[in-house]
T-cell receptor, first 114, second 112 residues
Framework: SAVISQKPSRDICQRGTSLTIQCQVD?????MFWYRQQPGQSLTLIAT?????????ESGFVIDKFPISRPNLTFSTLTVSNMSPEDSSIYLC???????????FGPGTRLLVL | SQQGEEDPQALSIQEGENATMNCSYK?????LQWYRQNSGRGLVHLIL?????REKHSGRLRVTLDTSKKSSSLLITASRAADTASYFC????????????FGAGTRLTVKP
């Protein structure tokens, strides 16, 4: 299994600012995933982050709004840029595939934008 | 985009009763997984069932999969107040990258 940590666990931000969320995994993984969960909703995949290449974004998500870094095989960041109240959500990173069939999730970052 | 639908959206039962949640999906899958989420926290993996499996058990959990109907069910037997949570099914897209597609979830409340 994988143990995943995220920082920060929660934050309250002003509109127009940006927040960078960190995700750390306790083992090397090729692919990491970033999800958004809006209040009362299910999870929606934002992007897949592969080490050494550009992240692949899902429909409705763009790099300018959600830039992602993947500097090594155990770490990734997601930035929520130029935030608005509509960005208030829980953001979760996960790993899966390859040696794991199961997908493992971090504890999430709860973001509130005022 | 989300893969499927879950029903019911909300379920309220008494402690000791069984809870059944259903999930439907749209595309071919390699496996289907069920997760639990307490109060907007991280997701806890409950059980994985592969496309060539029809039923799987884990403790008080029983999962079935019907690939002809593209549906799955999660049964929690002898429910406890601690089972109160949201339950999500998720399928692998089967196309690339092992990213998971989540259903809308069922909010289960178990009353003591």
């Amino acid at each position: 299994s994988a143990v995943i940590s995220q920082k920060p666990s929660r934050d309250i931000c002003q509109r127009g600012t940006s927040l960078t969320i960190q995700c750390q995994v306790d083992s090397q993984v090729t692919m990491m995933f970033w999800y958004r969960q809006q209040p009362g909703q299910s999870l929606t995949l934002i992007a897949t982050a592969n080490q050494g290449s550009e992240a692949t974004y899902e429909s409705g998500f763009v790099i300018d709004k959600f830039p992602i870094s993947r500097p090594n095989l155990t770490f990734s960041t997601l930035t929520v840029s130029n935030m608005s109240p509509e960005d208030s959500s829980i953001y979760l990173c996960s790993v899966g595939g390859g040696k794991w069939e199961t997908q493992y999730f971090g504890p999430g970052t709860r973001l509130l934008v005022l | 985009s989300q893969q499927g639908e879950e029903d019911p959206q909300a379920l309220s039962i008494q402690e000791g009763e069984n809870a059944t949640m259903n999930c439907s999906y749209k595309t071919s899958i390699n496996n289907l997984q069920w997760y639990r989420q307490n109060s907007g926290r991280g997701l806890v993996h409950l059980i994985l069932i592969r496309s060539n499996e029809r039923e799987k058990h884990s403790g008080r959990l029983r999962v079935t999969l019907d690939t002809s109907k593209k549906s799955s069910s999660l049964l929690i037997t002898a429910s406890r107040a601690a089972d109160t949570a949201s339950y999500f099914c998720a399928t692998d897209a089967g196309v690339r990258n092992n990213d998971m597609r989540f259903g809308a979830g069922t909010r289960l409340t178990v009353k003591p």
